[in-house]
């Protein structure tokens, strides 16, 4: 008799554990993955490889930054600028940190920001990214490549988190004036047809403001990094966002329950470490931004 009972101990365990672990594999399958300006931690930053490589790993999302040049086109770039940690002048010489803002983004043409390499250099923060020379790409140009890739690989159109990275001191200086730099992005949205496929991101609530009035049919993420409850604001924003996009660490119980009763998807950003990613998707979040989602992607398959 003793023996029975544990043979059915044993068996109602395995069979707790295997339900528990399917669990969370629906759970972590439904999340949606998105790749940090590409994959980060593996290649150079809001580059082409770096999108198709995050495709390749498997991503739901590619998540980027947009900045504007002299001439109006639509660029794919974290800062305005030309980063001295990782960009350097057509002489290949590393743009100085004391000089960077002089590599006004917004005061080159397109044709002359394709001279400076933005990924030969090694990453301070990134040393495992692979090497290679890429220039800052336009978004047109991006969103091609990928058409490209998922039509010659059969695989299905990934989703775009669309940052317009505007700053009210910057305008007119480092990027157009604020209802320009919306009508710009969305132009290229439209005509590359991707109002189906994509959100707009911003830390700035009148970007947020003009995108829900010029396109309201494409959803918008609110980014947070104030320590303000989510009500706050959302009451300063003036409208309800499809989105509420925090720095992973603002994430308590609080916040689950007040997205969950909004009807809002939780969506935070950037988990790199290991323990964190694990940590954040036993939330119940909806997704999850990352430099290194294949880290994210292997808690699927665990």
């Given at each position: 008799m003793r023996?029975?009972?544990?043979?059915?101990?044993?068996?109602?365990?395995?069979?707790?554990?295997?339900?528990?672990?399917?669990?969370?594999?629906k759970?972590?399958?439904?999340i949606?993955?998105?790749?940090?300006?590409?994959c980060r931690?593996?290649?150079?930053?809001?580059?082409?490889?770096?999108f198709?490589?995050a495709?390749?790993?498997?991503?739901?999302?590619?998540?980027?930054?947009?900045?504007?040049?002299?001439d109006?086109?639509?660029?794919?770039?974290?800062?305005?600028w030309?980063?001295?940690?990782?960009?350097?002048?057509?002489?290949?010489?590393?743009?100085?940190a004391?000089?960077?803002?002089?590599?006004?983004?917004?005061?080159?043409?397109?044709?002359?920001?394709k001279?400076?390499d933005?990924?030969s250099?090694?990453?301070p923060r990134?040393?495992?990214q692979?090497?290679?020379?890429?220039?800052?790409?336009?978004?047109?140009?991006?969103?091609?490549?990928?058409k490209?890739?998922?039509?010659?690989?059969?695989?299905?159109?990934?989703h775009f988190n669309i940052e317009?990275?505007?700053?009210?001191e910057?305008?007119?200086?480092?990027c157009?004036?604020?209802?320009?730099?919306?009508?710009?992005?969305?132009?290229?949205?439209?005509?590359?047809?991707?109002?189906?496929?994509?959100n707009?991101?911003?830390?700035?609530?009148?970007t947020?403001?003009?995108c829900?009035?010029?396109?309201?049919?494409i959803?918008?993420?609110?980014?947070?990094?104030?320590?303000?409850?989510?009500?706050?604001n959302?009451?300063k924003?003036?409208?309800?966002?499809?989105?509420?996009?925090?720095?992973?660490?603002?994430?308590?119980?609080?916040?689950?329950?007040?997205?969950?009763?909004?009807?809002i998807?939780l969506?935070?950003?950037?988990?790199?470490?290991?323990?964190?990613?694990?940590?954040?998707?036993?939330?119940?979040?909806?997704?999850?931004i990352?430099?290194?989602?294949?880290?994210?992607?292997?808690?699927?398959?665990?």
């Amino acid at each position: 008799m003793r023996t029975i009972n544990f043979v059915l101990c044993m068996l109602i365990l395995l069979s707790s554990c295997t339900v528990q672990k399917s669990t969370n594999a629906k759970m972590f399958t439904n999340i949606d993955i998105q790749g940090h300006r590409g994959c980060r931690g593996l290649l150079p930053e809001n580059s082409i490889p770096a999108f198709i490589k995050a495709l390749e790993l498997g991503v739901t999302t590619l998540e980027l930054d947009l900045a504007v040049t002299k001439d109006k086109v639509v660029v794919i770039s974290h800062e305005p600028w030309l980063s001295h940690e990782f960009c350097s002048d057509p002489d290949g010489k590393r743009i100085e940190a004391s000089k960077e803002k002089e590599f006004n983004i917004y005061g080159m043409s397109f044709e002359a920001l394709k001279s400076y390499d933005c990924g030969s250099l090694p990453h301070p923060r990134f040393p495992n990214q692979q090497l290679m020379r890429v220039y800052k790409p336009s978004l047109s140009e991006m969103i091609d490549s990928v058409k490209s890739y998922c039509k010659n690989n059969n695989k299905p159109l990934p989703h775009f988190n669309i940052e317009i990275k505007r700053e009210a001191e910057y305008d007119g200086l480092y990027c157009p004036p604020v209802s320009e730099f919306c009508e710009l992005v969305l132009k290229v949205i439209r005509e590359k047809q991707i109002e189906q496929h994509c959100n707009l991101q911003s830390f700035d609530w009148e970007t947020l403001r003009i995108c829900h009035k010029l396109a309201p049919e494409i959803p918008l993420a609110m980014l947070v990094e104030n320590n303000l409850s989510p009500q706050e604001n959302l009451d300063k924003l003036g409208f309800k966002p499809q989105i509420y996009s925090p720095y992973f660490k603002l994430i308590d119980a609080n916040l689950l329950e007040w997205v969950k009763k909004q009807d809002i998807k939780l969506i935070p950003w950037t988990v790199n470490e290991a323990a964190d990613i694990e940590k954040i998707l036993k939330m119940g979040v909806d997704g999850i931004i990352s430099d290194y989602p294949e880290r994210v992607l292997s808690k699927r398959k665990d």
